[in-house]
């Protein structure tokens, strides 16, 4: 269990890297997920009590400026939960629908 200080400590470290994307251009926005939500199927709506129930837990998004899913790769691997293996981030490119 994590400890107020130590909670602290790691949204400062999330905060700089942030901000050093902002930096270099490449930080286009961002925002963390509330933990409740629902799930929609079909015919239902179903919900496991505040939470969702899944295999995995998506805390939010980070868009990024890259040239390619490569540099996106690259930028995702020099997050500091990435770095200390509490983390994974998955990558995908934004959709860019048809005119």
Known sequence: ??????????????????E?????????GGEPLL????????????SD???IEA???ISGYISVNAENIDQAVSIAQTCPFVLNGTMAIEVRQIMIPFT
Do not use: H
Not at 20 to 28: D, H, I, W
């Open 35 to 46: 933990a409740t939500g629902k799930c929609v199927s079909k015919d239902q709506v179903i």
């Open 49 to 51: 009590g505040p939470f």
């Open 1 to 18: 269990m994590e400890t107020d200080e130590e909670r602290l400590k790691a949204i400062q470290e999330m905060t700089r890297w942030t």
């Open 55 to 57: 295999k995995e837990c």
């Open 20 to 28: 050093s994307l902002a930096e270099s251009c490449n930080y286009l």
